[in-house]
Structures are given as C-alpha cells and as structure tokens.
C-alpha cells in the first residue's frame, strides 16, 4: 500500500506521436482513482507507464516514494488486470494465482495460503483446478482479479476490466471492485472509457483528453462543476447540453431567445451555456420558452425529451407522468447554468 | 446451407469410395506383393491375392539385405532413416521456434534482416542450393556422416514462419503478464509460449518426420559407404538393378517397411496433428 507520484510525464512514441503530454498527479495511499476519457486519450498509456510496461519519455513516477522510471514491472509491486485477463491458457486456476508468487520464490505454504483466501474473497474455490477455458467470462474476471490480489501489491491497476462482459454482470463485478477495494484498502488507478464507471467507483476521476488531464476531482464535484465543455459533454448521462449563447445584462439568449434572467456575475457576450438534461422542466401556463420536440426516449424511471429551442438541440429528462406535446413551453433553471469561454471552452467563474 | 438429399449423400460417398481406392490400391499392390516368391512376377502379372512366402522375404530382408544389388539388411536402413527423420524434425524445431520467439519478441539491430533472410531460405529448397551445399557440406569433412545428412536440411523457414504467424496470434498481455508477475524472457518461453505451442509442435514434428523420411536426393548424394544408407535410398537400389530383373517382391517388402514409421507416427499423433492445424489454444 503506498501512495503515487505521477510527476510532469509526457510519453512521445517513436514515429513522432505524442500520447501524454505532462501529466501531474498525487495519488493518496488507498485512493481509487479512475482514469476517464475517449479512445486515444492517453489514459490506458498513463497506465502502463504506471506499470512499467512502457518507457516514461520525461517526468517521473513515483510509487511509495521510490521513483520507479527505470525499474522493471515485477520489481514494481504492482498488480494489473488486463481487459481480457491475459490468463494463462494452460494452467489451472490455481496456477494462474500461483505463477507470480513461485517466480517471486514464496514457499509452497505461503501461496497455497494466499491463493485459497483469495479464492475464498472471490467465491472461486470450487474453479481452482479448472482451466480457464472451461470458465464463463465473469468467472475468469474473478480469477484475473484473484492473480492481482494473491500478490499483496502497492497498488491495483486496472484497465478496463469490464469491458468484455455484458451489461448486467459489468453492474454487479463493478460493485464488488468497489467493496473489494474498500476492504484491501489498496491504492488502485483503474481506466476506462466509460463515464457511469468513473463516476461509481472513483474516490476521485481523472478525466483525460488529447493526452492532457482536463480535470481532477471526486465524481460530484466533476459532475456539477465541469472545468471545460469537454468533460461537461463527456460526464454524466444524458450529456450536458451545451448550446452558444449571448449574454448581456444578465439576460441568456439561445438564438435571440432569452432563455433565463437574473444571471449575476457573468461578463456581457458570446458564450457556451451549458444546462443539465434534469435542469429544463415544463413551464407553468403561459410562461415559458418555446421548445419544439422531435423525438423522446424512454428510459423507464425518466423520459429524455429531444428537442429545439430556436434550432439549438436540447435535451430535457422528464419524469413519465408529465403530459407531453409536439410544441412545449419550457422553463430553465437560470442558477444551475453552467458558463463555459467561447472558444477555449473553459469555464467561467461566476 | 446445403440441403441434405439422400442420392447427394449417396454420390458424396462414392466420390470418398472413389478417391479411397485409388490411393489405397497401390498400397495393397505392394503388401500384396510382398508375400510372393521371386517367381510370381515373371509372368508380367501382378499378383492381386496375397502369397505364401511372406515370412521368408521380411526375414531374408530384415537380417540379410540384397546383397546382389548392394543393399545392406534393412534394419540398418531403418536406423540411418530414422536417426535422419527424427535429426532433422527435432533439429528444424528447436531452431524455428527460437529464432521465431526471436523475432517476435525481441528488438534487436538488423531484425528486419535477420527476418528476410529467413524468408530468402524459403525460396531455395536443397534441389535448388545442392552444388554449393554439398562443397560446403564436403569443405567441412561432413560427408557420408549423420551430421553431413541433417545439418543442411534442418536450416529452412517453414517451420519458423508457423511459429512465428502462431506467436503473433498470442495475445500481448499474456507477456505483459508474465512480465508483471517476474517471467523473464527464458522462464516466459519455458513456461507459457512453449506448452501453448504444444499442438504447433506436433503437428510441424509429423510433417517434417515425413519430409526427413522420404528425403531421396540428399542422401544420395553424400553417404558413400552402406552404413549410412537410408531405406529410400536402398529402394531405388534394390528397384535399379543392372543385367537382371529387378526382384519385386522384396523391394515392396522394402516399401512396406518403409511405409511403416511415417503411418506409426501420423497414426499416433493424429489428434494432436489435426488440434494444431485447426485450433488455437488460447
């Protein structure tokens, strides 16, 4: 268990690509941090800088206050799960636990010892001396997971462990990585690309863009304060609707119709106005912009409503039982705008 | 999908019938002939209805040999065939898989050469190489020896393009598993790409068992002495012989020993064989 010192680390490949660009970040003993963002982002080549599987350009890592650039990945004390779980085909379960910790010269008592509690943790026991082949994909995750705990390591990583089991399994495995980790306490850096897994299992996220990080921060401030429209767009779901918008003397205009008033502390001119699909509701009678509707989704407990208000696309989530119609009135939350610059797409303090 | 028809059926196995006899009747020729005297093969009919002199000739051929046309006893044959097939598929695998694991696991200065050249051997098979490889072979006092019979035929591609197309389809992370869990290079090799590679091997080891059986011109042209003659070779003898009629009977008993190795092996390893040409392991 130990904390990680990621500091000022690029990573440019040979032909010239520069996947990370200077990345900085602390990660506290027995924090989960979830690395987050689109294909190409970095975040899975952050990782196995981490790991060791890839040189470090410039900058440092650090893991327990051993710098680790030049140490090779078993050294490290690190454990990785893989997507696929790069088990080893032909050796049984209980092999596949045990491989690391024979090469590492642990006694035969030792590691029958720690492959049964992990096996006890994970439910695998009755799998120990199956192959992986004869086990369904989730089992397999678990024995994946197994490897990584059996070690005893500094720190997990993860890259995007669920990706390959289906959507109600991926539900329930990520639920017990969180409880898993809570209870092992070990610091963990897991990857993916998906916002909902970012958001329930971090302790803090790290959203990726472009090879930069564009924000750090625990998932509800990352949710309610998006630092650019980047992550505006790419956390929570339904996206962040983010449309142009002129501003003065507090008014909001989306296509010369003001959309919400009273709005202090923003500087008159163009801007990206950013609102919540929750945060645009029904207007009362006649009041309220109008909001011509194109298509609605059914989500069960919600109903996400597309639309237009002046040929701006938006968003709304409704509750089921709001009558709908083809042309509404709707009314904005004008405190929970969110103000992003024109151009840069930062955003602006209020 | 093909609909299922009983007369489709029905002519699907007489083309099998077909295609079986045709490879098979000669083979029974041979048995067949092999259990007839010297005699039965003058009238210029060949024998279809096995003979009764079986015995002798296996006997007479397994401890005597064909003195007449310079054939030593066959058991000797068979050793020096064996010694050459099993030399050459376990010396062709050894190496292949090292130089594959080479080439695709390592970076090393001029590994694009290296890997070319391999390809280049690809397009010189020993018929092609034989004038300078047999100076080369004759230059190092190679001739008329097991080493001077192997050597050459055991430096070719084949074998490292299977291994390394197979080590290609391996996934990444597993190394990088390996890595992390303290594998090094050797203990990786050991441990996890050799016994995944358990059916490669032995479906390349029957192949090249049969290509260093069956090897004719190689060996003809380098062993001079009959102790290290193999038993393709001591058919053509038998079958070749000056001012007499060739005796039919024991060169097929020759050609049924002859056949005898490779279908043991093919026989013995076919479940394997057919896993690894059809299935990846992984």
Redesign the interface.
């Known amino acids: 268990m130990s904390a990680i010192e990621i500091t000022g680390v690029s990573k440019v490949y040979a032909g010239g690509v520069r996947a990370v660009s200077d990345v900085s970040l602390s990660i506290a003993d027995g924090e989960f941090i979830v690395l987050v963002g689109p294909s190409g982002c970095g975040k899975s080549t952050l990782l196995r800088m981490i790991?060791?599987?890839e040189t470090i350009t410039s900058g440092t890592v650090a893991i327990g206050n051993r710098v680790v650039n030049e140490i090779?990945?078993?050294a490290r004390n690190?454990?990785?799960v893989?997507?696929?779980y790069?088990?080893?085909?032909?050796m049984s379960v209980y092999d596949n636990l045990a491989?690391?910790l024979r090469?590492?010269g642990v006694p035969k008592t030792d590691i029958d010892a720690r492959v049964a509690e992990a096996a006890r943790m994970l439910e695998i026991e009755p799998f120990l001396t199956r192959k992986p082949?004869q086990l369904s994909g989730g089992q397999r995750q678990r024995v994946a997971m197994g490897?990584a705990i059996v070690r005893k390591p500094d720190a997990f990583l993860f890259d995007e462990p669920l990706s390959n089991l289906d959507a109600k399994l991926r539900v329930s495995m990520r639920g017990e990585i969180r409880q898993l980790q809570r209870r092992l306490g070990v610091t963990s850096v897991y990857v993916t690309h998906d916002q909902l897994e970012a958001m329930t299992l971090a302790d803090r996220i790290v959203v990726l863009n472009g090879g930069r990080i564009e924000q750090v921060g625990r998932p509800l401030d990352v949710y309610h304060n998006p630092a650019s429209t980047f992550v505006a767009s790419f956390i929570g779901s339904p996206a962040m609707n983010l449309a142009e918008a002129e501003v003065t003397g507090g008014a909001v205009a989306i296509g010369g119709q003001v959309v919400a008033s009273g709005v202090s502390g923003v500087k008159d001119g163009q801007v990206i106005v950013g609102l919540r699909a929750e945060d645009i509701q029904p207007a009362a009678p006649g009041t309220g912009v109008p909001f011509a509707v194109r298509y609605i989704e059914e989500l069960g407990a919600l109903r996400l409503v597309h639309g237009s208000v002046e040929g701006r696309h938006l968003t709304m989530a409704l509750s089921p039982d709001l009558p709908l119609a083809d042309e509404m009135k709707v009314v904005v939350a004008a405190d929970r705008l969110h103000f992003f610059e024109d151009g840069s797409g930062r955003r602006m303090t209020r | 999908m093909i609909d299922r028809h009983p007369w489709l059926d029905a002519l699907a196995h007489a083309v099998l019938i077909a295609g079986v006899l045709i490879v098979a009747f000669p083979v029974y020729v041979a048995v067949i002939a092999s259990t007839h005297g010297p005699n039965d093969f003058m009238s210029g009919l060949v024998p279809l209805l096995p003979g009764s002199d079986a015995i002798a000739n296996y006997r007479s051929m397994l401890t005597d040999g064909l003195s007449s046309s310079g054939a030593p006893p066959l058991g000797g044959m068979l050793w020096n065939s064996l010694v050459m097939a099993l030399s050459i598929a376990f010396g062709k695998i050894a190496i292949s898989i090292l130089s594959a694991y080479a080439i695709v696991y390592f970076r090393f200065p001029f590994r694009a050469v290296a890997f070319w050249m391999i390809f280049v051997t690809l397009m010189l098979p020993v018929e092609v190489r034989i004038v300078p490889t047999f100076k080369v072979v004759a230059d190092l006092g190679l001739l008329d020896s097991y080493a001077g019979l192997t050597i050459p035929l055991i430096a070719s591609a084949t074998a490292t393009f299977l291994f390394r197309q197979f080590f290609l389809t391996v996934?990444e992370?597993?190394m990088?598993?390996?890595?992390?869990?303290?594998?090094g290079p050797l203990?990786f090799f050991r441990?996890?790409l050799l016994?995944?590679s358990?059916t490669n091997i032995a479906a390349l080891f029957v192949i090249l068992f049969i290509y260093g059986w069956n090897q004719y011109l190689w060996p003809m042209m380098i062993t001079t002495t009959s102790s290290h003659y193999t038993i393709v070779m001591g058919i053509k003898r038998m079958s070749d012989v000056a001012d007499a009629l060739p005796q039919w009977n024991v060169v097929m008993t020759t050609v049924v020993l002859a056949l005898l190795p490779p279908v043991i092996v093919v026989v013995g390893m076919q479940r394997l064989f057919v896993k690894g040409l059809i299935e990846t392991?992984?």
């Open positions: 790991a060791g599987l090779d990945p078993a690190i454990a990785m893989f997507q696929n790069a088990l080893y085909p032909h491989y690391g090469n590492r082949k490897r | 996934p992370e597993l990088e598993a390996a890595r992390i869990d303290g594998a203990k441990d996890i016994p995944l358990r392991e992984k």
